[in-house]
Every structure is written in structure tokens, then in C-alpha cells.
């Protein structure tokens, strides 16, 4: 059971009468990427809110690297080692891109009283490395994210997730924005961080990519988990009739 990196039980979220995310129970282990897909408003960025304290949960528990955790907030999921690439990005335009990979957790030369001298050196080696490891080509690490095209900025966010130890990386419809080529560099570099063992949890609507790049298919409807598929059982077809509704969670339980 150690390989389990997350672990969800009865994680449920309302918004007043909103039953937004209703026991969702989930599980991903190490090496594993696994989709997270499901039609408009089925309840899958409700699911990551939860997992990475952006809101607070009504109820259920996260088991996260072995601890039942309650996180306060994404800083702290963050710093526990659960870094997330948003469908807004989160990048400050205005900023490098050592700058924006070390946003909010700067590495400090030493301080002195209320002041502290930031360590850029390192901070730049770090955002190299970073880049090298997940196969990132920025032509220019000094330039503002403002400078930069869409694909870049999207690389450069999922390059801050290879940066820190992080033991889950969670993408939300990474590739939504993006042209062609440029989807195909993102997809390059989820297809390296899988080669190097790191769980990812990959929201999508795009039946190739998720087929390409994951071991597993979990399907949300109106809030809840319908169906949780491997890949190799599936070949996109009944994906698409859970995520309708064609076919239901009894059918998938009963198939199980
Ligand atoms: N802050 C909120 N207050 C009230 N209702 C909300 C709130 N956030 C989400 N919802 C509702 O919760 C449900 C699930 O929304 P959620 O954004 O999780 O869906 P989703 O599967 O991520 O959809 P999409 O693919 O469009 O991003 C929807 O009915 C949505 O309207």
C-alpha cells in the first residue's frame, strides 16, 4: 500500500445547495498518470480545489505521502509536495523566469533583521536544471513572461512543477489554450515526467492525449466518480458514453 501517493475517501464539497463533489473515493500510486475527465461542471476543478486547499472540504479525508492531511492552504499543499499547473496559469507576466519559479518561496542568501538578500545564483541554476529535466527550451530565462507565447508560458509553468521535489504534479487542461505545436511540447513533456516515474494526475478533454500519455481513465458526472478505467480495458468508447451518461456508475460497479 506504500506506493499510494494520494488517496481520497468520501471527499465531498457543497456550495450551499450546490452538491459540487459528492464521496469521491481516488487513488493514484507512484509512476502512475492518471486522467481526470468529465463533461463541464461535472465536479473535476472542484476535486483538485480540495486536494490542493484552494477551498476547504465539507467532508471526507485525504490521505497524501502517508498522512491524513488538512492542508490549509496551497502553499502548504505545495510545500508538502503537491505542485499544480492551473488552467489560469499563475505566472506573473511582469517577472523572469527564475523570478516566477521561485514566487512566494525565494531562496534567501541570508537576512538581516527585517531584510533578506535573495540567492539569484542559485536560484538560476535550480531554474535550469528545472527546465533540463523536464526538456523545456525557453530561449531566454531572462525574459518576462509577458514576452512570451502561450506555449512558452505553459511550459514554463509545468517546468516550476519539476523545479521542487514535488511528489504529485496535477494538471489542469494544460494544453486548452494552445495551438497544435505547441500542445505537442507540452504533451513531450508530460510523456518525460511519466518516463521519470512522477504520479500525475492530468485533467483533459482530449481523448488522444489521455490516451497517449495515461495508465488510467477516472470519469466524473454531476460530481461524482462513475468509472475508473485502464487503459488497456478501454478504447475511448465507453469513456465517452460515462462521461454522457449513456452508461452508468451501476453498470461500471456491477462490471467491476
Ligand atoms: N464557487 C462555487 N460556487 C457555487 N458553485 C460552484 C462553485 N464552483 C463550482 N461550482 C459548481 O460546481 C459544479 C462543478 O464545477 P467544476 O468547476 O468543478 O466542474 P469541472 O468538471 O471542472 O468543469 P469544467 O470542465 O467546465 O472546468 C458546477 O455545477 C459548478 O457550477
Redesign the pocket.
Known sequence: MSDIVLKTENLT?H??G????EGANFEIRRGEAVAIM????????????QITAV?QRTSGTIWFDGHDVAFKDPLEAREAGIETVF?NLALADHLNVPDNLFLGRELVRFRLGPFSILDYKAMRKATLEGLQKTGVKIPNINNTIQNMSGGQRQCVAIARTATFKSKLIIM??PTAALGVQETAQVENILHTLKSQGEPVIL?S?NMRQVMEICDRIVV?R??RIVANLRKEDTDGQDVVAYITGAKTQEEYAGAA
Not at 18 to 21: E, N, Q, S, Y
Open positions: 464539497k456550495y450551499g450546490v452538491h459540487a463533489l468529465g463533461d463541464n461542471g461535472a465536479g473535476k476543478s472542484t476535486f483538485v480545489r477551498e488552467q489542469d487542461e485533467i478533454h466524473f454531476r460530481g
